[in-house]
């Protein structure tokens, strides 16, 4: 898509005339688009965002988003001198926006969560997986944890959790359950976390530990795990560390997976107590 | 904290000399954080840049963050000149960072998921609490829907359920349990949604709609929420709207809320089926 194109625009004296605009896509909600794809200079680039608006504002569009790649971070300025605000950033685009009507702004929030994943995998001799990491919080602590980590963009948190074990410590894993999960905030900037603790189970046994990132790796008596001085210092740990053991030794029922489409085509992946609920 | 502070640096040719540099804080993982309170002319920064970041160097720090509010929208362009990437945006600061050593970053990630609930609230008469929108996906489907909403910035799940409701209806509840939940990728933008089907106990039952989002509310028969063609055609609401049923009538247990303190000392609320694990 090139960068401009022509419209016919009735100027205030109620004569049309030919104006030079940015490129824009329409979307579902009445609004527009604009990605620039070529470097402008920034006053050419003001210019036509002030005469694009007024068109925009006549065809009574309500939310105007720009995408602008880090490469042309001269086009934030005169952006933002427009009236636009910031909505996110990635690490190589910052996509801002306007809403033009009187009412109320009904534009999609920002992401707020980053999300992660604990996996509880335990052998068939009462042994957990564990691991001491070279970095983070519990560097140098000699804490055995589980390994943990951060699903990545469109990732699945139980694809996550099996890729997190499978890198940190070699072994190979099926998603069983989630057991239970954690919400907290103000973790870092403004953002909050969710963690889930997963069950795998698993299907290899031996251990090739992730040197960049992990100290050691080893199977650990569950109970050994559990009882540590930290796990038992901290309610949290203490609790999840609890229900991974009751997992371990009775009827605990998490939430399973299944795989299902949203109501736009797409799959999703849904998780409940699938012993009391049978899906149809 | 004044923009600049003076700082001994030693020059290529060994000699110290007396710079200014842009004053920033000192984190917890050998990093440090300018945040700009004051405007500043874009050379000027640039080259105070320049020289903080060879101050930087020389002092080994690992990432460097510069936070800057829209108002100082001037000074992304030297920024970026400077080998910075976005690392996120709120609606009036754009933060930014530079990984100085050569080995992996490891900056922590951005948020990547909105999180949204959908509340299930029955009556002792086997109704639920069921509204149509005036905007949105659903606008002028006829489709009564469980009231749903985006948790806000900082706020739990159990709040936010809580919260949509009373606003969408005016009728105060107690939350209950997460009965399930749903990941799913790519809803805007790049990012992924959470959404966590809550019960809630109603407390009050007469029902006053919010009128600017709210086209109707009342209370309908599960079954007939349920058997509705839109929630009977699409797999994922029909597997929730089940699950809200089987809830109603039988022996369904989901994650049930406990407040609790991180290892750092902050609230949290974990979920968890709390009928077959007790928390100490």
């Not at 963009?153 to 057991?179: Q, S, Y």
């Not at 795989?259 to 609920?277: E, H, I, L, P, V």
Request: negative net charge; glycine residues 6%.
């Amino acid at each position: 898509m090139s960068t401009s194109v022509e419209k016919e625009m009735v100027l205030p004296e109620n004569e049309v005339e030919n104006i030079e605009l940015l490129s824009s896509i329409e979307d579902a909600d009445g609004g527009v688009t604009v990605e620039m794809k070529e470097p402008m200079d920034s006053k050419l680039f003001a210019s036509m965002l002030g005469s694009s608006l007024l068109y925009w504002i006549q065809q009574k569009k309500r939310g105007v988003w720009i995408k602008l790649p880090i490469e042309f971070s001269n086009l934030v300025e005169p952006t933002v001198k427009e009236g636009f605000r910031y909505h996110h950033a990635e690490s190589d685009y910052l996509m801002l926006v306007k809403w033009i009507p009187e009412t109320s702004d009904t534009l999609p929030a920002n992401a707020s969560h980053r999300v992660g994943i604990g996996a509880f995998v335990m052998n068939d001799k009462g042994e957990v997986l564990v691991v001491q990491e070279r970095t983070g919080i519990f560097k140098g602590t000699n804490v055995w944890k589980l390994p943990t980590g951060t699903v990545e963009e469109g990732e699945d948190i139980c694809v996550a959790a099996i890729r997190e074990v499978k890198e940190e410590t070699g072994v190979d894993t099926e998603f069983v359950e989630v057991l239970a999960f954690r919400q907290s905030h103000q973790s870092f900037f403004q953002k909050s976390d969710l963690f889930f603790v997963c069950m795998l189970r698993p299907h290899s046994f031996e251990i090739q530990k992730q040197d960049s990132e992990i100290e050691a790796a080893q199977w650990m008596r569950a109970e050994d795990y559990v009882a540590q001085p930290f796990n038992q210092k901290h309610e949290i740990f203490k609790n999840m560390a609890g229900i991974c053991l009751t997992k371990s030794k009775k009827n605990y029922t998490g939430f399973s997976k299944m795989s299902s489409t949203t109501s736009s085509g797409k799959r999703a992946y849904m998780y409940f107590n699938n012993r009391d609920f049978e899906p149809s």
